[in-house]
């Protein structure tokens, strides 16, 4: 249960930042491996340098551009385009979507629109506003999704590794087609400080699937980690010690990774605050990585998950609506958390 002092929202400007480790995944190794999986036993999150992934400047550009362009279109554009909760594909406007519905009084402030997996063919399985798509919308996010993908095969190999696991695919396998990966582009509109509730730009809540890839712009924070002692803790877009041209990319595990690992794996709670000072939206893009939609959530066969031991009868998985109870695969916890989570679906 959430301490009455972390239900509330907006109640610092400037949290304390949380001091995550920055990781360079070029090299597919044990000793690679055991940063990774250190950094998800203790934080649930870490940072990839973006220069160890596909990720290039130009792209992060072009796919925000996409989203900028989305975000852009009149209202009965976006609303024709309404998210389907058979797929979780599709828009979904301002206030929609209540991450934490234990302790939210009003929805998020978000508004999103959901890409799913492409088919074989290398298309989009849902429409795309003719406006975007003229402009090679569709090719510049197969890009983006291509890269995400290949980024979270990259550090599920890392894990195996670490975990000792004889099959070093265990994990990458048990990803591919269909599942419920997304590519997730946010838009946090800046707050009015006249409004108490503007800034709860998505409420407290653990991720679903697998692994998820967050992408931030210089000068957009607003992502808050709740630590260990259930204090809310800041995310810097670009940490100290970090050079490029682009921010690195935030990575973590879902509420499926702490399932895999009997709970050594913690799928961190997190929320979107924006700070009071925001004069401008916030844009971030999501890769929610899912396993295929028939996978079980049972235990990775690696001795170091062994040698925990269960989890206990007082330890849980996940936050936010629909975490209650266990699901037997990754399609069903999906659904249960989405069907806990959105107000009003079309
Ligand atoms: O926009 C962000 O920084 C994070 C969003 C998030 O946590 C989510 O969509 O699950
Ligand atoms: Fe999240």
């Known amino acids: 249960m959430e301490s009455s002092s972390a239900a509330k929202f907006g109640q610092c400007d400037n949290p304390e930042i949380i001091d995550l480790p920055i990781i360079d995944i070029t090299e597919l190794d044990y000793k690679t491996g055991k940063k990774v999986l250190d950094a998800f036993v203790t934080y649930g999150f870490l940072y990839l340098s973006t220069g160890s992934t596909p990720f290039t400047s130009s792209l992060l550009q072009r796919t925000f551009n996409v989203s900028a362009s989305l975000f852009a279109l009149p209202s009965d554009t976006k609303r024709n385009f309404w998210i389907e909760s058979a797929t979780n594909r599709g ?28 088919n074989v063919n290398g298309r989009l399985q849902q429409g795309l506003p003719a406006e975007v798509a003229e402009r090679g919308a569709e090719r510049e996010l197969k890009e983006f999704e291509d890269a995400c993908r ?22 990458s396998k048990r990803h591919g087609r269909p599942s419920g990966s997304i590519v997730r582009l946010l838009r946090y509109p800046a707050q009015k400080q006249s409004d108490e509730k503007a800034d709860v730009g998505a ?21 808050e980690v709740r630590d260990n002692e259930g ?22 595990i879902g509420d499926l990774l702490s399932y895999w690992t009997n709970g050594l ?19 971030s893009i999501v890769y ?3 396993p295929k939609d028939d996978e079980g959530l049972v235990a990775v066969p690696s001795h170091v998950v062994r040698d925990r031991g ?37």
């Not at 980024?151 to 975990?163: G, I, S």
């Not at 204090?231 to 682009?246: I, R, Y």
Request: with cysteine; proline share 3%; charged share 25%.
């Open 203 to 223: 409420g407290a809540h653990s991720d679903y699937g697998s692994l998820t890839l967050l992408f931030q712009r210089q000068g957009q924070r607003g992502l």
């Open 265 to 283: 794996l913690k799928s961190t709670v997190h929320r979107v605050i924006l700070p009071k000072s925001a004069e401008e939206d916030r844009y």
């Open 91 to 118: 828009y979904t406007g301002e206030r929609n979507e209540i991450l934490d519905p234990a302790h939210q009084s009003a929805g998020d402030l978000k508004e999103a629109w959901n890409f799913g997996e492409f």
């Open 150 to 171: 290949a980024t979270c095969e990259r550090v599920l190999e890392l894990l195996a590794l670490a975990l000792e696991v004889e099959d070093k695919s265990w994990f």
């Open 231 to 252: 204090a809310w803790k800041g995310v810097e877009v670009v940490p100290k010690g970090c050079s490029g041209d682009v921010p690195p990319i935030v990575v973590n």
């Open 288 to 290: 929610f990585c899912h």
């Open 310 to 346: 269960d989890m206990n009868e007082d330890e849980t998985v996940g936050y936010g609506g629909g975490s209650q109870g266990k699901a037997l695969t990754a399609k069903e916890h999906l659904m249960r958390r989405l069907e806990a989570t959105y107000g009003t679906r079309k």
